[in-house]
């Protein structure tokens, strides 16, 4: 209660200054008073031809390293977030892995910490993985088997197709493959189906060869 109560006011002052920033812009004096990020692991508008697995930012003083107050987001293009785990913090270094093997495209670094003089201060940048594409032949996926979910159907695991090449739609978001339940309804569906046009075919031929 008492911290989600603090929070707001803090939310509101980073819009405050957000806005601000964005209708000043780089006319605005810089602050003075507290700690800055002074450089980043990717920097900045960089370009990588291999993904990172974290972010490395650096302060210009220690950060203090309350559980939940320092926070590092890396955001793809679509908006999903990427990083893994929690930040820690290391005097004026703060880490934040991210999920292994991330795909070429830009992403969105957005950082809030509290700085030495007890301050958060916040920032983003955006860096860019532009990895040359894996011969084609060669790139064998990692299939979906641990996170599949269990299926009661045993012919599931035949219809699973195995993921090769870029045809195959967006890797993020398979689906479990195999018979769902609603599969399976769908299946009676039709086989009850079949059966009515049976036998609506055969009282047709009936009455046609009563009528003839
Ligand atoms: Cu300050």
Do not use: C, K
């Not at 934040?96 to 070429?104: I, K």
């Amino acid at each position: 209660m008492h911290l989600a109560r603090r929070f707001s006011p803090v939310l509101a002052a980073i819009f405050a200054f957000v806005v601000a920033a964005a209708v000043f812009g780089s006319v605005a004096p810089p602050a003075q008073a507290h700690d800055g990020l002074a450089t980043s692991s990717p920097a900045a508008d960089a370009v990588l031809d291999v993904a990172p697995t974290e972010i490395t930012l650096s302060f210009t003083g220690n950060i203090l390293g309350d559980a939940g107050a320092n926070a590092v987001i890396v955001t793809d293009a679509s908006g999903a977030q990427v990083q893994s785990g929690t930040v820690s913090v290391d005097g004026a270094v703060v880490t934040q892995p991210l999920t292994p093997e991330l795909e070429n495209g830009a992403f969105t670094v957005t950082w809030r910490v509290v700085s030495s003089d007890g301050h958060p201060i916040s920032g983003e940048y955006v860096f860019h993985v532009d990895a040359p594409a894996p011969a084609p032949s060669a790139a064998p996926t990692e299939s979906a088997a641990p996170s599949a979910a269990p299926v009661e159907s045993p012919s599931a695991d035949v219809t699973a197709t195995p993921l090769d090449g870029p045809t195959t739609g967006q890797p993020g978001e398979q689906s479990d493959g195999g018979l769902s339940p609603w599969g399976i309804a769908g299946i009676v569906v039709a086989v009850l189906a079949v059966v009515a046009l049976t036998i609506g075919i055969i009282r047709y031929r009936a009455q046609r060869r009563q009528q003839s």
